[in-house]
């Protein structure tokens, strides 16, 4: 199972880009990186998921370089409510079936 | 569309006790997962329904844990007799797809605490 190395805390402004890397040096083949976001009292929920290069939705923009060892998580403009945690997951693929291995996640911090 | 969710969210129970908690996934998602946090722990991976059928339970701490899904409908996660490192957060999730390509959906959690 690949696992993932990711800052436990960070500290932003209200309007900044927030970037969050994460390695992952012994990342498969079949492996999918996928970012999911925790706010207290809630369950994770996510984000995005890519296996290359750069992957874009509504919310967030996931880089990968070529090697996939390390990807990183970008927020466009954090607000308030983008105080949360996020956690950084490495897909196993077993018969299409992936199992989330949970790490102890980056505690994002927005600040007026 | 409805989310997951799970009943009750908040349970205090003695030791010794037995507590059953609900998952009523995503209409349609024959993948739901049970995870729990434990205090102080990281989320981690108690087992994998695949409709009524048990895919992974690999993850399940001991049999005092019983989960079951008739129907393939909702789920219900027994812990009999409860024990105090029982306690903690119990996660569940449900998907579309078995390898969640389009990601899961987490319920709430229900909040259990065990003296």
């Known amino acids: 199972l690949a696992k993932t190395t990711q800052p436990i805390s960070m500290d932003s402004y209200e309007g900044q880009e927030v970037n969050i890397t994460c390695s992952h040096n012994?990342?498969?083949?079949?492996?999918?990186i996928t970012w999911y976001q925790q706010f207290p009292s809630q369950g994770p929920r996510f984000i995005i998921q890519g296996y290359k290069t750069k992957v874009t939705n509504e919310v967030a923009s996931l880089f990968i370089p070529a090697d996939r060892k390390s990807s990183t998580l970008s927020l466009p403009r954090v607000s308030l409510s983008d105080t949360a945690v996020y956690y950084c997951l490495v897909g196993v693929f077993s018969g299409g079936y992936n199992k989330l291995i949970f790490g102890a996640g980056t505690r994002l911090a927005v600040h007026p | 569309e409805a989310g997951v969710t799970q009943f009750p969210s908040h349970s205090v129970i003695e030791k010794g006790q037995t507590v059953t908690l609900r998952c009523d996934p995503i209409s349609g998602h024959d993948n739901l997962y049970w995870y729990r946090r434990v205090m102080g722990k990281e989320i981690k991976f108690l087992l994998h329904?695949?409709?009524?059928?048990?895919?992974?339970e690999s993850g399940m701490p001991n049999n005092r844990f019983l989960a079951e899904r008739t129907g393939g409908t909702y789920s219900t996660l027994k812990v009999q007799p409860a024990e105090l490192e029982d306690s903690g957060v119990y996660f569940c999730a449900s998907s579309q797809d078995p390898g969640g390509v389009y990601g899961y959906t987490f319920g709430s959690g229900t909040r259990l605490t065990v003296v």
């Open positions: 329904f695949v409709k009524e059928s048990k895919q992974d």
């Open positions: 012994n990342i498969a083949t079949n492996d999918y």
